[in-house]
Nanobody, 120 residues
Framework: QVQLVESGGGLVQPGGSLRLSCAAS?????????MSWYRQAPGKERDLVATITGTGTGGNTNYADSVRGRFTISRDNRKNTVYLEMNSLKPEDTAVYYC??????????WGQGTQVTVSS
């Protein structure tokens, strides 16, 4: 059974840091998937935060303008895990963060999400 499980969310003060993890299981050729983090704040659409391509395409990263320079996406294919390091957090970063796996060959998968709340 294919599964993505996010963890690492929580409550943090403005200016603080969190590291989210997305553990993948049941995947064939996980290293070839493009992995992304999305977030959805209450009453808003789900927005793309960061993407990292598969090893076959260079492991390139891309970020939304709102997080560039503060967030870092990375992956450890030996552990089938993707990370999102979040620094200098702002209240507007508050959202449910989702992990997504996409491939040109296999179906797309989403995780269940993890809540991040930035508040003093």
């Amino acid at each position: 059974q294919v599964q993505l499980v996010e963890s690492g969310g929580g409550l943090v003060q403005p200016g603080g840091s969190l590291r989210l993890s997305c553990a993948a299981s049941g995947f064939t050729f996980f290293s070839t998937y493009t992995m992304s983090w999305y977030r959805q704040a209450p009453g808003k659409e789900r927005d793309l935060v960061a993407t990292i391509t598969g090893t076959g395409t260079g492991g390139n990263t891309n970020y939304a303008d709102s997080v560039r320079g503060r967030f870092t996406i990375s992956r450890d294919n030996r552990k089938n895990t993707v990370y999102l390091e979040m620094n200098s957090l702002k209240p507007e970063d508050t959202a449910v963060y989702y992990c997504k796996a996409t491939s040109r060959v296999f179906p797309t998968y989403w995780g269940q999400g993890t809540q991040v709340t930035v508040s003093s």
